[in-house]
């Protein structure tokens, strides 16, 4: 039995967007592309269109380009032992790692508020 079991839409998403992408290249849904353009910010993306996903019909999709700091983004990215990684400043672990000392409802609660906010407040 694994030690871990992941599903749900979202998961079900991200499978269709890997299996749907092109060779070094992020393929991300709409809800993604929000969150990485309007919430964390600092990332370009651009349009792939509108595209058939299995199970899904059709959707908008986008590809994640790099960040507006020049640095380009890569689905390839070099293989690092894990103590050799240097924590990255665009990072959103320290926002995930903070919300996780506080009870796991009321995180996802108020990260759920918060995409909403930004979304309603940028439409």
Same mark, same amino acid.
């Given at each position: 039995m694994p030690r871990y079991c992941l599903f749900g839409d979202a998961v079900n998403k991200a499978s269709r967007m890997e299996s749907n992408r092109k060779p070094g290249q992020i393929h991300v849904t709409a *809800?993604?592309? +929000? $969150? %990485?353009?309007?919430?964390?910010g600092g990332f370009r993306t651009e349009s792939r269109g509108e595209v058939i996903i299995k199970g899904k019909g059709v959707m908008e999709t986008f590809w994640l380009l790099d960040e507006e700091a020049g640095i380009s983004v890569s689905a390839q990215a070099p293989k690092m032992k894990p *103590?050799?990684?240097?924590p990255s400043?665009?990072?959103?672990?320290?926002?995930? !790692? +903070?919300q996780s000392e506080k009870d796991d +409802? !009321?995180? $996802?609660?108020? %990260?759920c508020t918060e995409f909403k906010d930004q979304n309603n407040a940028n439409a």
């Open positions: *809800e993604a592309n +929000k $969150m %990485l353009t309007l919430v964390v *103590e050799a990684r240097a400043q665009r990072s959103i672990s320290p926002i995930i !790692e +903070k +409802k !009321e995180s $996802m609660r108020g %990260l």
